[in-house]
């Protein structure tokens, strides 16, 4: 199975600071990579598919790079409603897996 | 609008079995892949298990192979994932996804349900 391996597990922001965030793959998934957000309670929302598609809908401050086995997701001018915990997740086998999480939290 | 329901969540004991239901509405069902994914109290995502819009194929998790399957009712709109043989690490909220484009295999998922909790305990 392919592993997933997302840094930080958590990060301490303020409002209008840019976050960055790095999954990496165990081994080339192309550009099959989506990012969720996921809110306590809530089911997760997509953000960006195919590493950096944007989803219908999300505002353009989040951003997807990336190809092969390292990725990121970069969240320009931090908005209050932007603190939650982020998921990535590979789309290149049909054994899907998910990273671990980063918690995004406010300074 | 597109909406994803699931149901058939609650208490079982260990080595039970359950049946959760997931009912969709907004889109033609019968045109895309589903998943289950599941996330245990205070944990991360797992993917448990894929369908294909006509039923096949399925695919599953090592930590639900043999004791979960993965079924569709597409005259009813409806995705199903029928548990047994049930664990207290099987404990989780379950949730349903919608793929984002159609046909498997899945990539990614635009459409999730609100989630069911299923608790494994004695």
């Known amino acids: 199975d392919i592993q997933m391996t997302q840094s930080p597990s958590s990060v301490s922001a303020s409002v209008g600071d840019t976050v960055t965030i790095t999954c990496r793959a165990s081994q080339d998934i192309s550009s099959w990579l989506a990012w969720y957000q996921q809110k306590p309670g809530k089911a997760p929302k997509l953000l960006i598919y195919?590493?950096?598609s944007l989803q219908s809908g999300v505002p353009s401050r989040f951003s997807g790079s990336g190809s092969g086995t390292e990725f990121t997701l970069t969240i320009s001018s931090l908005q209050p409603e932007d603190f939650a915990t982020y998921y990535c997740q590979q789309g290149n086998s049909f054994f899907l897996t998910f990273g671990g999480g980063t918690k995004v939290e406010i300074k | 609008e597109v909406q994803l329901l699931e149901s058939g969540g609650g208490l079982v004991q260990p080595g039970g079995s359950l049946r959760l239901s997931c009912t969709s509405s907004?889109?033609?069902?019968?045109?895309?892949?589903m998943i289950w994914v599941r996330q245990a109290p205070g944990k991360g995502l797992e993917w448990v298990s894929t369908?294909?819009?006509?039923?096949?194929?399925?695919h599953y998790a090592d930590s639900v192979k043999g004791r979960f399957t993965i079924s569709r009712d597409n005259s009813k709109n409806t995705l199903y994932l029928q548990m047994s043989s049930l664990r207290a690490e099987d404990t989780a909220v379950y949730y349903c996804?919608?793929?984002?484009?159609?046909?498997?295999?899945?990539?990614?998922?635009?459409?999730w349900g609100q989630g069911t909790l299923v608790t494994v305990s004695s």
């Open positions: 907004g889109f033609t069902f019968t045109n895309y892949a």
């Open positions: 996804a919608k793929y984002r484009l159609g046909g498997p295999p899945p990539r990614d998922f635009d459409y």
């Open positions: 195919a590493a950096s």
């Open positions: 369908i294909g819009g006509g039923g096949t194929p399925t």
